[in-house]
């Protein structure tokens, strides 16, 4: 299945323990990913793992999709990354790297997009857009002084 990687890096103002304490925590993907509606079923039982259930919406000629999706955060030192398939066989894995930049968090975050030629460029498409969106929505968050909290 033909792939494309997509790398974004970023700097938010913020230490790398609470940028990470935050990306392993997932109610925090709600509205973080803006198809992330809701989050269910955390279990972090496992040292270094969290499980969790992702619901995505879609929307689609005015009518509404929700999406369950199981998913898994692996985290090893500063690192949070994962693997989910999404409908139309679509598949994503992401990867955060932090590590302390200035007086904040270098995040530098990598995704890897895979799906039938014919949707690649598409969901590739959407993925950068949630990337982009991400990385701003984040840096908002975790600001100093940011009204935005988590």
Known sequence: MPTRVLLNTFQVDAAPEKVFAHLTTPESYVGLSPLVVAVRDVDRSEPGVV?????????????????????TLLTEGLSVRGQVRSPGGVGLGYRFD????????????????????????????????????????????????SALKP
């Open 98 to 145: 932090l590590s302390p930049e200035g007086t904040g968090t270098r995040v530098d975050d990598r995704l890897d997009v895979s799906a039938a030629w014919f949707l690649l460029g598409f969901a590739a498409g959407q993925a950068r857009k949630v990337q982009l969106a991400r990385a701003r929505i984040l840096a908002g968050r975790l600001s100093e002084g």
């Open 51 to 71: 499980r969790y259930t992702s619901v995505e919406r879609f929307r689609f000629l005015g009518l509404k999709y929700d999406n369950p999706i199981a998913v």
